[in-house]
């Protein structure tokens, strides 16, 4: 079992920053991809950003320019740089991460931005 540690969310103003954190723990052999999902009231979970195990970046269209996505593979940690929050990204954050082809994910993280 592979468990996900998320931390970092919480209540900004729009124009403001966050990070978030999730460590990985557990039967960890390696780690492929690592990466973040949202999903807001009432919509369905979205792909925010992943990073292979090679360092490799994807964004959403919504999130490119604004968030940055990181790894440490020594801490088995991804990072989630969030700049210039805007209230639609309002939203429970989870991580996920890939771990020999199964994918696990975390309890999930709030992010609120609002003034």
């Known amino acids: 079992q592979v468990q996900l540690v998320e931390s970092g969310g919480g209540l900004v103003q729009p124009g403001g920053s966050l990070r978030l954190s999730c460590a990985a723990s557990g039967s960890i052999f390696s780690i492929n991809a690592m990466g973040w999902y949202r999903q807001a009231p009432g919509k369905q979970r979205e792909l925010v950003a992943d990073i292979g195990s090679g360092g490799t970046t994807n964004y959403a269209d919504s999130v490119k320019g604004r968030f940055t996505i990181s790894r440490d593979n020594a801490k088995n940690t991804v990072y989630l740089q969030m700049n210039s929050l805007k209230p639609e990204d309002t939203a429970v954050y989870y991580c996920?991460?890939?771990?020999?082809?199964?994918?696990?994910w975390g309890q999930g993280t709030q992010v609120t931005v609002s003034s």
């Open positions: 996920t991460a890939v771990v020999v082809l199964r994918r696990y």
